[in-house]
């Protein structure tokens, strides 16, 4: 299964890497279980930073569509095709868009959203860190 | 007498094999690539900024690596005639002044090897330099060390070292504090680490060749792997061979062994690539103007 990335597209070179293998899941070019490259190698197969590969990879294991065993290596999920169909990124975009047009309906200034969920975060951050 | 018949034959097989065979078989695989692959209809392949004529470079190279071969092997062929004509020899000779003249003859006889081996690796630097395309496939099957070699061979490769290394220490050990000859021996493990670097950076490392189809990047990558490991191996095996031979004072058959090891190393190094790289396989659709 061969991916294409593209340096001169304006998508970030993680994202295209992310769609590439979500793709080769969806299509069952990669099916549950399959071993995939190391970080080190897809870069430099690629000719990219081992960082892009590394964020890439890191997303993805967020998502639950690779997963990482140590030192074996990195293979494909097994929930991976149903898991890619969710896209966190879409949906995140789709909740704030939701949220934005409710305050904005409200009479709510842009700026009093931005402070707003600056605050949020700095809030959710805190809490973290507490944690 | 009859050490010193071998002596001449393995010495001779050693001239032919370094200086003439395979040099003859480098230079009919570069030719047929330029002949079958001419610069109009393969761009790619002669795709460099640096040189005004990539493909009169190529030749260049190709004639200096030939003339190097024929002189060195000439050479060659005329110490042993004076030798002969002398009536030189070897085991005769005390202070390993043969094994020298072996070792010697081994390192002139590589040099165009090491010359034409620069020579592709600058070539490949300034085709990476000139080829940076905006679109990069890759492969999302992994390499493994194992994809490319069976692990026995690995293991005999570990085996041999730690052989070698007991039987080192073992024989060495006779309660006196070690020389500094003790200590250059251990230059080995750099050299075994090299190899084992060298296998890595072709497994993950990148490709030498931007153009290179994913089918012809795999056989070159196992190429690198079996050649390093058969050179551990002759390594481990060579210096086994000569601590038994000091050992038992077995002095005149050190030339022998000593050849015959450059010999096995010669067959398995450039002899494996021409086996395992056969030139008439490989993908030179990829370096056609019309290929993305």
């Known amino acids: 299964m061969k991916i294409v990335i593209d340096i001169e597209n304006e998508e970030p070179l993680f994202s295209q890497l992310i769609a590439q293998i979500k793709l080769a899941v969806q299509t069952n070019a990669l099916s549950p279980g399959a071993p995939l490259p190391s970080i080190r190698q897809l870069a430099n197969d690629l000719e990219i930073n081992s960082k892009t590969v590394a964020k890439a990879y890191k997303l993805l294991e967020r998502d639950k569509i690779i997963v990482t065993k140590g030192y074996r290596g990195t293979y494909v999920h097994a929930d991976a095709k149903s898991n890619s169909a969710t896209d966190l990124n879409a949906w995140t975009h789709e909740i704030l868009a939701d949220a934005t047009g409710k305050l904005r309906a409200a009479g709510v200034t842009d700026s009093e959203i931005r402070i707003a969920f600056q605050a949020c975060m700095n809030n959710q951050n805190k809490q973290n860190i507490g944690d | ?292």
């Open chain 2, 1 to 292: 007498m009859w050490i010193d018949v071998v002596f001449y034959i393995v010495l001779l097989s050693q001239v032919i094999l370094i200086s003439f065979y395979y040099p003859a078989k480098i230079v009919r695989r570069t030719t047929y690539v330029l002949e079958t692959c001419p610069p109009e209809q393969y761009p790619k392949l002669y795709e460099s900024t640096f040189y005004a004529e990539p493909e009169a470079v190529i030749r260049r190279t190709l004639t200096r690596f030939k003339l190097m071969n024929m002189a060195i092997g000439n050479l060659g062929i005329a110490l042993l005639i004076a030798m002969a004509i002398t009536y030189y020899s070897p085991h005769e000779i005390k202070q390993n002044g043969h094994i020298l003249f072996v070792l010697l003859f081994a390192i002139l006889q590589m040099v165009p090897c090491f010359y034409i081996e620069f020579a592709t690796w600058r070539w490949h630097a300034h085709v990476r330099a000139t080829v940076q395309p905006s679109k990069r496939t890759a492969d999302l099957r992994p390499r493994r060390l194992f994809d490319f070699i069976s692990p026995i061979w690995v293991g005999l490769a570990g085996g041999l070292l730690i052989t070698w290394f007991v039987l080192y220490l073992t024989i060495n050990n006779d309660g006196t504090p070690w020389q500094w000859n003790h200590y250059l021996t251990m230059i080995i493990f750099p050299i075994q680490m090299l190899f084992a670097f060298k296998i890595y950076r072709a497994i993950n490392g990148k490709k030498s060749d931007p153009h290179q189809s994913y089918q012809d990047q795999i056989r070159n990558i196992q190429t690198v792997v079996q050649v390093n490991i058969f050179a551990s191996i002759g390594m481990s095996l060579f210096l086994i061979i000569m601590e038994l031979v000091n050992l038992y004072r077995l002095d005149m058959y050190e030339p022998l062994f000593l050849s015959g090891y450059v010999q096995f190393m010669v067959i398995f190094g450039i002899g494996q690539l021409m086996r395992t790289y056969s030139i008439k396989s490989v993908d030179f659709d990829v370096y056609k103007a019309e290929t993305a």
